[in-house]
């Protein structure tokens, strides 16, 4: 299986702070490849620096084949890549349609799109022409992954979009999760709820101290409980 995103001995500094140490991962286009590992590991540490927020230090990132560790940010998104940060990112005080619109390629959305969104994400639509800072956090949230999918993007890079949501909401991104990679989209998630992370993994990467430890189908993970505890200290079957 071809690999849409590379990242080959990847280095990332902070200021005085050395957070990634060499990362390899390969991401499958196509699929969807979880992104694991304890508090700390270098999870959004990665994400930031493939979408050109932190600069890489060494290594290569490469998407299609093509290297953009080098690229700005806007650059990296006009290649085709989407980023929903932790943060949920939204501006406060524009409406909902304002956050979206920009969002969209020169400011046009396309309604079909629009409204394939809105089967998901409901109060969207109702809070239409509402501020987003009036919004509850799980409705900040669905407006943050909203902006990333109102133009197709080939990747999506997500981090932790379940963190504090009720369940409904959860089952409404897993379901449009899966749209989302049935319609062609390659995702690298990041996710502390393992219960997610088994219903819509098919690839992982378990990341520990800034280094990719591991690496191979969410499958054999689930299917290994030793695993589950050497690498996350945890195991699948009993983390509710």
């Known amino acids: 299986m071809s690999e849409l995103l590379t990242l080959s001995g990847v280095e990332t500094h902070i200021g005085r702070y050395h957070i990634l140490h060499g990362v390899e991962l390969g991401v499958p286009e196509g699929q ?3 992104l694991l590992g304890r508090n700390g590991a270098g999870k959004t540490t990665t994400l930031r620096t493939i979408m ?3 600069r890489a230090s060494g290594g290569e990132i490469r998407f299609g084949g093509e290297r953009i560790d080098a690229l700005s940010t ?3 998104a006009r290649a085709g890549i989407g980023y929903v940060p932790e943060t949920m990112a939204v501006f406060s005080d524009l409406t909902v349609k304002e956050n979206l619109v920009l969002a969209a390629r020169e400011g046009e959305m ?3 799109r629009l409204d394939w969104i809105f089967g ?3 109060p969207l639509r ?3 022409l509402s501020r987003a800072g009036t919004l509850s956090g799980g409705q900040k949230q669905m407006l943050s992954f909203a902006r990333s999918l109102i133009e197709p993007r080939r990747l999506l890079l997500i981090d932790e ?10 089952g409404a991104l897993i379901d449009c999760l899966k749209e989302v990679k049935r319609r062609g989209a390659t995702i690298l998630l990041v996710e502390q709820n393992f219960r997610v992370a088994q219903a819509i993994g098919d690839t992982v990467g378990v990341m520990d101290n800034g280094r990719v430890v591991h690496a191979g189908t969410m499958a054999e993970l689930v299917a290994d409980e030793a695993m589950q505890q050497r ?6 079957d009993t983390h509710q």
């Open 32 to 34: 969807t490849t979880m």
């Open 52 to 54: 050109g927020l932190w």
């Open 74 to 76: 806007p650059a990296i």
């Open 110 to 112: 396309d309604q079909t």
């Open 120 to 122: 998901f994400f409901p």
């Open 126 to 128: 109702k809070f239409w």
């Open 161 to 170: 979009p379940t963190k504090g949501l009720a369940p409904a909401i959860i």
């Open 231 to 236: 690498l996350l200290g945890l195991s699948l």
